[in-house]
């Protein structure tokens, strides 16, 4: 299972929703090509909802399944053999 981190998005200690968006632009996705993903939010920040929408949309075009949360106690989000 591959890691996403929020915390990696960052910008001066907050997400912000510009920088958000060129980071994820720059981020290569094809690495979760039909991978289990899990999404791990910040705990030091708050995360926007649209943070979380953004990136599961993209994750949503690659990976198999997509996950939330910690590995123990994930919350299934995507799973391509339902759709």
Known sequence: MKTI????FLDEGI????SFQKMMDDHDFDQYQNEK?????CASVM???????MLTAQLAQVADKIY?????YAVKVFNRKET
């Not at 939330?68 to 123990?72: A, I, L, M, W």
């Open 15 to 18: 997400i912000r929703e510009k």
């Open 5 to 8: 981190l929020l915390d990696d």
């Open 47 to 53: 995360v926007p909802t649209w943070a979380y929408l």
């Open 68 to 72: 939330y949360g910690e590995p123990r």
């Open 37 to 41: 993903v899990i999404i791990k939010g």
